[in-house]
T-cell receptor
């Protein structure tokens, strides 16, 4: 079993839709739950992160973690064509040196 | 621009040749990582440096791969006797000592290797 499982998609939605991206993980020691966004032919960049369970909102983006079910979600409200990218979940142990990435979900937002 | 810089951006080589990639991290970052990414997959950890010390190397990394970070500044990743299976994007990332918990990674744009 992989440490992080993520549906690679692709996921295609119309502009303005609410998008839900999800990951599951197996390591209960993970405490930080990062989301990176990767545009085509670019390196990933950190979008947002949460610590432990709960929700965190940043503009149109909401990250949610349920540690009891080891389930991570990223919601995008009012999706825009500029949101078209690959979204990578990346949980990690606090103070650990290594970040493990999911396979990434390719998102296409159609104008 | 003070971001992570990688060179060359694209390398095409024949099977059996050696290739070397260079990474210049953000200057004040003490941690440096190499990842490999293939189509449809997330970045896969290869190796990690803290300053000039290589502290971890993935078991997936064969002995044809070697990385260095002399003087804790730039890093090089060398692949000897390349194979077609080495074709991938090689990503370098750096991280600040101030981000010990989150380990926020700043990635370069990658070096794409094509082995013919």
């Amino acid at each position: 079993q992989k440490e992080v499982e993520q549906d690679p998609g692709p996921l295609s939605v119309p502009e303005g839709a609410i998008v839900s991206l999800n990951c599951t993980y197996s390591n209960s020691a993970f405490q930080y739950f990062m989301w990176y966004r990767q545009y085509s032919r670019k390196g990933p960049e950190l979008l947002m992160y949460t610590y432990s369970s709960g929700n965190k909102e940043d503009g149109r983006f909401t990250a949610q973690v349920d540690k009891s079910s080891k389930y991570i979600s990223l919601f995008i409200r009012d999706s825009q064509p500029s949101d078209s990218a690959t979204y990578l979940c990346a949980p990690r142990v606090a103070g650990g040196f290594k970040t493990i990435f999911g396979a990434g979900t390719r998102l296409f937002v159609k104008a | 621009d003070t971001g992570v810089s990688q060179n060359p951006r694209h390398k095409i080589t024949k099977r059996g040749q050696n290739v070397t990639f260079r990474c210049d991290p953000i200057s004040e970052h003490n941690r440096l990582y190499w990842y490999r990414q293939t189509l449809g997959q997330g970045p896969e950890f290869l190796t990690y440096f803290q300053n000039e010390a290589q502290l971890e190397k993935s078991r997936l990394l064969s002995d044809r791969f070697s990385a260095e970070r002399p003087k804790g500044s730039f890093s090089t990743l060398e692949i000897q006797r390349t194979e077609q299976g080495d074709s991938a994007m090689y990503l370098c990332a750096s991280s600040s000592r101030k981000a010990l918990d989150t380990g926020e990674l700043f990635f370069g744009e990658g070096s794409r290797l094509t082995v013919l």
